[in-house]
């Protein structure tokens, strides 16, 4: 699959078969639904935001489906949440949202937030694992307290109010995402791959050869 920006037109018609407007503000979390994710954090942010135009696209499934479709009823709000389940489509619904946010518990890489950071969209996530190497804070994305719904509010606020500062991270995001995933990234990295094992095959060879001519 590729993450990359998709066109308006692109943009505007995936909504539009999730039955969200041009004036609604998609948040998307990608991840299993399954306790280290944090979506149950994520609900409880969305409860404290008095922002209606808000969406929340949970892309995903797992073993607390029930109990998260459960929590949403019970914590009330006025986000509305679309539980869209598994997807082959991830990269277009990345390209159509306005944020992607993961509060997760635990994240050793954090490779969905490069993910969305190359799709162009801004990225909020958790001070855990890997994800503070990503997420360089109010530079390519915002960076949250593990746990906290409060900061989670408060972060998915910010964004939301001040569109330019949102298109600020998103460029500087997509920046880093290309240079860190694109094309010739990619090929240097083959590349001194490649260097990395000829090295390893001349020197064995070389020890091999002096093996022969010491043995007697």
Known sequence: QSYRPISEAKRQKIREQLHCTTDDFVIAAVGRLSSEKGHDILLKALSLLD???????????????????????????????????????????????????????YESQGLVFMEAMASGVPVIGPDVGGVPEIIHNEATGLLIPPEDPAALCQAIEKLLSNPSFRQQIAQKASQLAKAEFGLERMLADLQQLYQTRSISIENKVTRESQSRNLTP
């Open 51 to 105: 922002r209606p135009e808000v969406v929340l696209w949970l892309i995903g499934d797992g073993a607390l489906r029930n109990e998260l479709e459960g929590l949403s009823e019970r914590i009330g709000g006025v986000t509305r949440i679309r539980f869209l389940g598994m997807r082959d489509d991830v990269p277009d619904l990345l390209g159509a949202a306005e944020v992607m946010a993961l509060p997760s518990r």
